[in-house]
């Protein structure tokens, strides 16, 4: 049985750890508020700029604009949201299996595949692996903002229409609740485009000033938007991962507390018993 002595000290140490997870829960719950507030903010707007460019393309072609443009996907490029820091459960293990498991998968049917990767953990671990990582996104979380985020949707949009990529994919965990998340890997690039059924093709809309300006406006626009609305994703699930995770470690200290204080008691109650043993020996011994 271990010691009084190293008992308290693995009390004091699990107590200090508890304190430590519960300030991380809080922190993490205050910051997976404004997060949320944030993400709810902005999806109604992602979803409806789908929605608009579901009309217009459904009267145009492939041709009408190069990100419209679909080729045979030889050449793709993931990019990859994973969080600066850890403690947040399974949440970076997630995305890089997930990456992982697409890349074996669909490596053989391709030519060239790279990485972007947002966020060090991501970085950490394909940094390991033979992986080909393009480029690395370190500041965005730091400060998430459209502009940052527009920044990386403008590179890889560059690179489509330069013919340097055939597709491009997110892999993130979209943010349900602060238990849950789901990892997806979402086509980015070309434009997925879904006709709608409620579109009434017989209106034929007015375009100012053309149709062409409208697309080369709203496109652009659309990717940047879709790759903010993804971050958002990944920080609010981030948080949410996080603040469980907390909990958890929180709930698993009380428990330890209790056994560990049990165990003292026991340990303590049977040196006292130890040496009133020893005094009646001795004392018995004196009368003899």
């Not at 994973?82 to 459960?89: E, F, I, M, Y």
């Not at 890349?103 to 080909?132: Q, S, T």
Request: charged letters at 30%; hydrophobic letters at 40%; aromatic letters at 4%.
């Amino acid at each position: 049985m271990p010691s009084l002595k190293a008992i308290r000290r693995r009390l004091t140490t699990v107590k200090s750890t508890q304190q430590i997870t519960r300030a991380m829960k809080l922190v993490a719950a205050a910051k997976l508020r404004r997060s949320q507030e944030r993400l709810l903010a902005m999806r109604p707007y992602a979803y409806r700029i789908q929605d608009i460019i579901a009309s217009l393309a459904a009267r145009e072609d492939e041709s009408a604009h190069p990100l419209l443009a679909r080729r045979d996907p030889k050449r793709v490029l993931l990019l990859v949201l994973t969080s600066d820091r850890g403690l947040c459960g399974a949440f970076n293990s997630s995305i890089n299996k997930a990456t992982d498991r697409w890349i074996r998968e669909n490596e053989a049917a391709l030519d060239a595949l790279g990485l972007a990767v947002v966020g060090k953990k991501g970085r950490d671990y394909f940094a390991r692996r033979k992986v080909n990582v393009r480029r690395l996104y370190m500041d965005v979380l730091t400060n998430v903002s459209l502009e940052r985020c527009a920044r990386i949707g403008e590179e890889v949009t560059a690179e489509y229409v330069d013919n340097q990529l055939d597709a491009v994919y997110m892999v993130y965990n979209e943010f349900k609740s602060a238990i849950q998340q789901r990892v997806k890997v979402e086509q980015l690039l070309p434009v997925p485009v879904e006709k709608l059924e409620t579109e009434d093709s017989h209106e034929e809309p007015i375009f100012e000033p053309t149709r062409a300006a409208v697309l080369d406006s709203i496109l652009p626009l659309h990717i940047n938007v879709q790759v903010y609305r993804a971050v958002l994703e990944s920080v609010a699930s981030e948080m949410g991962a996080r603040m469980t995770a907390m909990d958890s470690a929180t709930n698993n200290a009380k428990e330890l507390l209790a056994r560990l204080t049990l165990q003292y008691n026991r340990a303590r109650q049977a040196s006292i018993t130890k040496e009133l043993m020893e005094i009646v020996s001795g004392a018995e011994a004196l009368k003899g």
